[in-house]
């Protein structure tokens, strides 16, 4: 996984953990487990994915995932690069990332994701939530070229 988040502002473990808590996360993707995949997750995650399916809770996410893994996405890899974490407060951060599914290399990381992460009263972060987005790079373009006010700032 390839990070690139802010300035840790006195939140290195914290940062740390995150970024592990995410490497967990596909290692047990790109493992094909899906218990372990639903074990990043809250008793009450949620879990929107870029079809629009939403999931509840890290057994039921674990449990389809699993199903996915024995099918559909037998043999994937989930890529994922932070692009920004953000806290709100001692115990939630929100992570924006970029990342994809594939077979081999990726060519291109086309999805963005934001987790909302908390930790635990035993103090090991997990995911409450996320949601995932196809990105629509032409329609991006499109959009900035014919209205620039559209571009975000940070680009």
Same mark, same amino acid.
């Given at each position: ?55 509840? &809770? ?29 806290f709100y407060g001692r115990d939630t ?16 990381? &086309? ?27 032409l329609m991006e373009a499109f959009s ?12």
């Amino acid at each position: 996984m390839t990070t690139n988040t802010p300035a840790d502002h006195g939140r290195g473990p914290d940062l740390s953990a995150i970024r592990a808590l995410l490497d967990q996360s596909c290692a047990a993707w790109n493992r094909g487990d899906g218990t372990a995949y639903g074990e990043q997750f809250t008793a009450d995650a949620t879990d929107v994915t870029f079809a629009g399916t939403v999931y509840h &809770g890290g057994q039921d996410i674990g449990r389809a995932h699993q199903a996915l893994f024995d099918s559909f996405l037998k043999g994937t890899r989930l890529t994922v690069e932070i692009i920004d974490i953000r806290f709100y407060g001692r115990d939630t951060a929100v992570v924006i990332t970029r990342g994809d599914v594939h077979k081999g290399r990726p060519t291109r990381l &086309g999805k963005l994701a934001t987790y909302t992460v908390v930790r635990g009263e035993d103090g090991r972060w997990q995911i409450a939530a996320v949601q995932k987005t196809q990105r629509k790079r032409l329609m991006e373009a499109f959009s900035f070229r014919l209205q620039p006010a559209t571009r975000p700032a940070a680009q």
